[in-house]
């Protein structure tokens, strides 16, 4: 599995999860179940990079905002083509 959209962030199988300083939860939407069941984009590459940024800096590495649904996206006022409907990138 390289890259796809997890719909339920618990739907992940947390015994195949390598990131220690991040958990499904924490990068699925934030729209708390009022248009998506808390999906997220799953991107080992990115998780890979993130975890070696979060390791290297020996310290929390606080991120604002995540993933969001189409619906999250278009009520918080982000942009039409918002790469954070996509995978974090
Ligand atoms: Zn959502």
Known sequence: MASMLIAHFPNFDLAAWRWPHFS????????????????????????????ALRTAMGQPLAVNSWHRCEQWNVSVGGATNSTQQDDCR
Not at 31 to 49: I, K, P, R, S
Request: proline share 4%; aromatic share 14%.
């Open 24 to 51: 499904p939860r924490e990068l699925a939407c934030r729209c708390g179940g009022h248009f998506c069941a808390g999906e997220y984009w799953h991107d080992e590459g990115f998780l890979d990079a993130l975890e």
